[in-house]
């Protein structure tokens, strides 16, 4: 008959995945603090795109580190979840830049530049923390991809800060906003859909585990 054994926890988190993730959220609220007043200061939809990215991480950091110790469907649906926010603000970075579009506000270049350097060296320092957790589950894929997202993210934002500089017009901080927008959507697409696999395989491991008799039970009378 079939026995209630538990499922083994395939896909364990790597060693030292959960300090990473320490040191990412407390980069990345940071960033957010910093970001966030310089956006306002600046006028720059890009530096408030950046700035909402960082907020975003964190609270993805977070819910990685509440599901790290679960099995591999729960860190799924954890993935899923940060997939579709992903999604979400990328939506969200494209209303605005077309509400600022319409607006006709130009953003402060300086400010643009300063900020969007200091933000891409914590996130390349992130990056470069995490790259070895890349090709794990998908959770792992997920805190990966939105810290590479992040330095393109800050590259980005200082090359609108130049154009933005020399051509006096805010149409390059518009189109990086897009851009970063897009790259957001993208990222949380290819998320889900690796979240909804890694659940798949899960399921599929749980069904066989409770099928198959115990080891310990089996025997003969």
């Given amino acids: 008959m079939a026995c209630s054994c538990s499922a083994p926890e395939s896909?364990?988190?790597a060693p030292g995945f959960r300090r990473?993730?320490?040191?990412?959220?407390?980069?990345?609220?940071?960033?957010f603090v910093v970001e966030g007043v310089a956006s306002f200061q600046s006028g720059s939809v890009s530096l408030l795109a950046d700035a909402i990215d960082f907020f975003g991480d964190s609270a993805n950091y977070i819910l990685s580190l509440s599901v790290l110790s679960m099995g591999m469907l729960w860190r799924s649906r954890a993935a899923m979840v940060k997939g579709l926010t992903m999604a979400i603000f990328g939506l969200v970075v494209w209303g605005r830049a077309i509400w600022i579009a319409n607006s006709g506000?130009?953003?402060?270049?300086?400010?643009?530049?300063?900020?969007?350097?200091?933000?891409?060296l914590a996130n390349v320092s992130v990056a470069l923390l995490l790259y070895k957790f890349r090709e794990g589950d998908s959770d792992m894929r997920s805190v990966w991809l939105c810290s590479r997202n992040d330095a393109i993210g800050n590259l980005a934002v200082m090359a609108a800060a130049f154009g933005v500089f020399g051509t006096g017009s805010a149409w390059p901080d518009l189109i990086v906003a897009a851009i970063m927008g897009t790259l957001a959507v993208t990222a949380g697409i290819s998320v889900v859909r690796h979240a909804r696999t890694d659940a798949a395989n899960a399921r599929a491991t749980a069904r066989s585990v409770q099928v198959e008799p115990c080891s310990s039970s089996a025997g003969t009378n």
Avoid: D, H, R, Y
């Fill in 11 to 13: 896909g364990s988190p």
């Fill in 20 to 31: 990473a993730l320490w040191i990412a959220l407390w980069v990345n609220l940071a960033m």
């Fill in 105 to 120: 506000t130009t953003p402060e270049p300086l400010t643009m530049g300063a900020v969007g350097l200091l933000a891409l």
